[in-house]
C-alpha cells in the first residue's frame, strides 16, 4: 500500500530557489526509549552539489549546506517494515529540489510497530523546535508520505485509529505474509486493523497509490479498503503491472543487495516510473500545501 497524506493541507510552495542545489544532513533524533533515530533530511540549498554515498545509493547533494528559503514546507516520509530512511531518496530529492524540507526517519531498528506513530511525534517535536534550521520551517504546512507500513503510520499520525483486535481473526482467515510477520511480535499492520468508522477522523486530503500486482499486501484487502474506508474519497492511482516494492529506489548497487526488492515484470519500467510517481508527489504538495502569507 502506497499512502501519501497530507497533514495540513490548507494553504505553490515556498520561497526557495527553484531548481538549486539540494542540501542534506543525518541527524540523529532523542527518543524516549533512549534509542536515538536516524534520520535523513533533504533541503533547498544553495551550497555546490557533489555525488555523494547514501546507503547502497548515490545522490547528488550539498553535505549540511545551508538551507536557502524561508517558510518552508516540510514532509516527513516513512519507510516500509524492514526499510531503510533512504529506500524513497528519490522522492526526496525531487520534492526537495522544488522547494520542501524532506525528512526520513529510520524505524527499522523498532519491531514495536506501535511504536512508529510515537516516533514521528518526536520527530517532529526536533524538526520544529530543536533542528539548527527550525526557524526556516513553517509549521502551518505540514505532509506526511508513508509506503506500506509508513501507509499504516501515517494514517494514525493523521486521526486514523486501529483496532488491534482485529488481527487474529483477519490472521485466522488470510495466512498472508504480512500475518507471518506477526507472530510473536508486539505489532500492528495496515488496513486489516482500521475498523468501519476508523478513519473517520482523517480529514486532510489523500493520495493512494496501489501496486496492482501487489503480493505482501493483497488486493482488495489493504490499499481498496483504505480506500472505502476513508470518509472523503483520496486520488487513487493503481500502478499496473508492478509488485509491491516499486515505490523504493532501486540502483545497481540495490539490485546487488537486494534483488527481491528490485525485481519487477519484464516489461515494468521501474525508473520511468519514478519519474511519473515523484512528479504527482510534488505536484500534490505543492496543491495541498502552497505557501501562506
Known amino acids: 500500500m502506497k499512502t501519501l497524506l497530507s497533514a495540513l493541507a490548507m494553504v505553490a510552495l515556498s520561497t526557495a530557489p527553484a531548481a538549486g542545489a539540494i542540501g542534506f544532513q543525518r541527524v540523529a533524533v532523542p527518543d524516549s526509549d533512549d534509542r536515538p533515530r536516524e534520520v535523513g533530511i533533504w533541503y533547498p540549498s544553495d551550497a555546490p552539489a557533489s555525488p555523494q554515498p547514501l546507503g547502497p545509493h548515490r545522490q547528488t547533494v550539498a553535505i549540511d549546506g545551508a538551507v536557502a528559503g524561508h517558510r518552508l514546507p516540510l514532509v516527513v516520509i516513512l519507510h516500509g517494515v524492514q526499510g531503510s530512511f533512504d529506500n524513497h531518496h528519490l522522492t526526496a530529492l525531487a520534492l526537495a529540489r522544488a522547494g520542501v524540507v524532506v525528512a526520513a526517519v529510520n524505524q527499522s531498528q523498532d519491531m514495536r510497530l506501535v511504536e512508529r506513530p510515537r516516533h514521528v ?3 517532529l517535536d526536533y524538526l520544529l523546535a530543536d ?80 501496486a496492482a500486482n501487489d503480493a505482501i499486501n493483497p488486493h482488495p484487502r489493504a490499499a481498496e479498503a483504505i480506500y472505502h474506508a476513508l470518509p472523503a474519497k483520496p486520488d487513487y492511482v493503481v500502478v499496473p503491472n508492478a509488485g509491491h516494492f516499486v515505490f523504493i529506489a532501486c540502483g545497481a548497487d540495490m539490485a546487488k543487495g537486494a534483488p527481491a526488492i528490485c525485481r519487477d515484470a519484464a516489461d515494468f519500467d521501474r525508473p520511468a516510473f519514478h519519474q511519473r510517481l515523484d512528479a504527482a508527489v510534488v505536484a500534490f504538495f505543492t496543491a495541498h500545501l502552497p505557501t501562506t502569507r
Open 121 to 123: 511525534r518526536r520527530l
Open 131 to 210: 533542528w539548527p534550521s527550525h526557524d526556516r520551517l513553517d509549521p502551518a504546512r505540514i505532509g506526511i508520505f508513508g509506503f506500506s507500513l509508513g501507509g499504516f503510520t501515517a494514517l494514525v499520525a493523521i486521526g486514523g485509529v486501529p483496532d488491534l483486535g482485529r488481527i487474529p481473526a483477519y490472521c485466522a482467515e488470510y495466512a498472508d505474509r504480512v500475518c507471518g510477520m506477526l507472530r510473536g511480535v508486539d505489532t500492528s499492520t495496515p488496513a486489516f486493523t482500521f475498523g468501519p468508522d476508523a478513519l473517520a477522523a482523517v480529514k486532510v486530503p489523500i493520495q493512494l497509490w496501489r
